[in-house]
């Protein structure tokens, strides 16, 4: 039976707790939690009594205590982003494993630091990237195993955060780029570790523009809501607000954040137009990858629905999946980005040959289904896996490293080299996929689709691979 220790009891950390102390019992123990914040260490004290008699709380100055007196296997991260090298580095250097909530970390000197600290401690952190998981992300990369569209050549991505979930970001501590490393990282590294991952390849350049265009004084002022306050609580013009939040309606937001205000001054409820945002909430990037396939990629935090449109034009045709998530507040008690299958679909569209929709690949529970596989494979410790998606701390540093080099390029307007910002990182394990050096069959009597019409043609192709 493997120990745990959580440091970090937000939101983020109910679900390894209670998987630890529901799902895997048997296999899994939950020693001592820590938090910066003493109300919310003796909120889950109580509220996991019954399932966890005697468990012990530390504040983060205990943090090295903590890890003598109770010798864990393992320590589960969740603090805040910016903090994450620096308990990720004294659990590897106690001789622990880490799983760490993504991002791994903000900026490329903690990216060094957990890198050199890994390499030299010989232990392992593990990132947990669990929209690989979500059957719907797992079909793409099954697809782009198989070879049918042949080798990916270009991908156009585009996220939409809603003026809901997007709009959480400019409320709470993601909204300093210091704290979180601003959307290219905290949010993006979902996405260009899913890039990274279904080309299995690496990013080689990037280059980025990006603004806070919406979540500004002059939106506020289009809203009638120049008067605005610090804060939703108790704000003035919160009743002709359609981004007021009430942290009272929501028990877990409540009971986390509003009643443990006292503790750390820590406000979750932030204006979302005030002048102390120093992110952006528009980021459009290109990247290439040593592949040779080039990324385009935005992410929009104000949109009017959630999820997303990826495309990939590959030497054989062409995959396109639409996907579709449920709005939802951090922590406000809705299941967080559950798949929804009104909208969602994948085509494929084959060179030469007629189009055709497939049936897609369908999970129940957060983040698209992922969650619950993931932590299925991280507990019941599962080996076999074709698609590689458990992901190590090589794999966390290129996924954040492509976010930390757009935010670079946002600020001084030049293409950054990946491999200039983070040194000692080897390729990570990916499987094997089509390198473009397969034969394509002619078609005889083949269609092709020419403004949105099936037409006849009659295209002679034959590539064969290089001797």
């Not at 620096?86 to 106690?94: D, T």
């Amino acid at each position: 039976m493997k120990k745990y220790v959580v440091v970090g009891v937000g939101g983020r950390s109910r679900m390894f707790l209670d998987a630890l102390l529901e799902r895997f019992v048997d296999s899994s123990k939950l020693a001592a939690i820590c938090d910066k914040n003493q109300g919310r260490i003796e909120l889950v004290i109580k509220e996991y009594a019954s399932k966890c008699p005697g468990l012990v709380g530390y504040s983060d100055e205990q943090f090295d205590k903590m890890l003598k007196e109770h010798n864990p296997d393992t320590v589960i991260v969740c603090t805040k982003d910016s903090e994450h090298d620096n308990y990720i580095c004294r659990s590897l250097e106690a001789g622990c494993d880490v799983i760490t909530e993504k991002p791994m970390t903000t900026d490329e000197v903690k990216c060094q630091r957990i890198v050199d600290t890994a390499k030299k401690t010989g232990k392992n952190v593990r990132v947990t990237f669990n929209y690989r998981y979500a059957p719907s992300r797992t079909q793409i990369k099954d697809l782009l195993m198989s070879g049918v569209i042949g080798k990916v050549l270009s991908i156009d991505f585009q996220w939409c955060l809603d003026t809901n979930h997007g709009t959480d970001y400019f409320r709470r501590w993601h909204r300093n780029k210091v704290n979180s490393g601003g959307l290219m990282v905290h949010k993006a590294t979902h996405h260009f570790d899913l890039v990274n991952w279904w080309l299995s390849s690496t990013p080689s350049t990037v280059f980025a523009e990006g603004d806070r265009v919406f979540y500004n004084s002059r939106q506020a002022k289009c809203y009638g809501l120049e008067e605005h306050a610090e804060r939703c609580h108790n704000c003035q013009v919160s009743d002709k607000c359609n981004f007021y939040l009430d942290m009272s309606a929501h028990e877990s937001i409540k009971n986390l954040y509003l009643d443990c205000e006292e503790y750390d001054g820590y406000l979750r409820d932030k204006c979302v137009f005030s002048d102390e945002i120093d992110i952006e909430d528009t980021m459009n990037v290109i990247v290439r990858y040593k592949s040779g396939t080039i990324l385009s990629y935005s992410l929009n935090a104000f949109t009017s629905w959630e999820g997303y449109r990826v495309v990939f034009n590959g030497t054989k045709g062409r995959l396109e999946q639409e996907c579709h998530e449920s709005s939802y507040i951090n922590s406000g008690g809705k299941v967080e980005g559950a798949f929804e299958a009104e909208g969602s679909t994948i085509k494929v569209y084959p060179h030469f040959k007629t189009p055709y929709e497939v049936e897609m690949w369908t999970g129940e529970g957060s983040h698209g289904g992922g969650d619950v596989i993931m932590l299925k494979e991280i507990f019941d410790n599962q080996q076999d896996d074709k698609y590689l998606r458990a992901a190590d701390y090589v794999q966390g540093a290129y996924s954040i490293l492509v976010g930390i080099a757009a935010n670079k390029s946002m600020a001084t307007g030049k293409k950054i080299r990946v491999d200039d910002i983070v040194s000692g990182l080897s390729e990570p394990k990916f499987p094997a996929m089509p390198d473009g050096t397969e034969s394509i069959e002619y078609v005889k009597d083949a269609t092709r689709s020419c403004g949105g019409v099936l037409m006849e043609a009659n295209i002679p192709l034959k590539i064969d691979a290089p001797e």
